[in-house]
């Protein structure tokens, strides 16, 4: 609901007048917080072991092998059961690989373009290659 007479730069929220954009940035801080608190938790299938014997005919004989294959577990109504854990910061670890970029800066370890061989460091270049260089030309070169 907008205040009559206020600008649609502001609205009445919850009985607190404040500006709209206070709003919008709350709303993804918000959505920033829950994604990084989501990564602290892994949900994944519960798989188990199972072991199938396979016969085939022979000369004298069968020929038998044993194969151990892994299978999804499931529930009584035949959705696959989910199991979440709680790896706190494992998952960021992993993704940003910090032993790998301290042995890419060090003496021994290289130089900066090993760092740009992991992944995350790679999509990030890119990221802000286009945000910073590429974006600012289109926009620059495109108006005209």
Do not use: W
Not at 9 to 27: E, K, N, R, W
Not at 36 to 47: D, E, I, R, W, Y
Not at 66 to 79: L, Q
């Amino acid at each position: 609901m907008f205040i009559s007479g206020e600008s649609n730069a502001t609205q009445y929220l919850s009985g607190i007048y404040c500006p709209f954009h206070f709003h919008d940035g709350v709303f993804y801080c918000r959505t920033i917080i829950d994604r990084f608190l989501a990564k602290l938790h892994v949900t994944k299938p519960v798989f188990e072991e199972v072991k199938i014997e396979k016969c085939s005919p022979g000369f004298m004989e069968q020929i038998c092998t044993t194969e151990v294959t892994s299978r999804p577990t499931f529930d009584s109504e035949g959705k696959p059961i989910q199991v979440t854990e709680f790896v706190g910061l494992n998952s960021y670890r992993e993704m940003l690989q910090p032993e790998r970029v301290t042995a890419a800066l060090t003496e021994e370890g290289g130089s900066l373009a090993n760092v740009f061989s992991i992944d995350f460091y790679k999509a990030l270049r890119f990221t802000l290659t286009f945000t910073l260089i590429t974006l600012p030309l289109v926009l620059g070169l495109g108006s005209h």
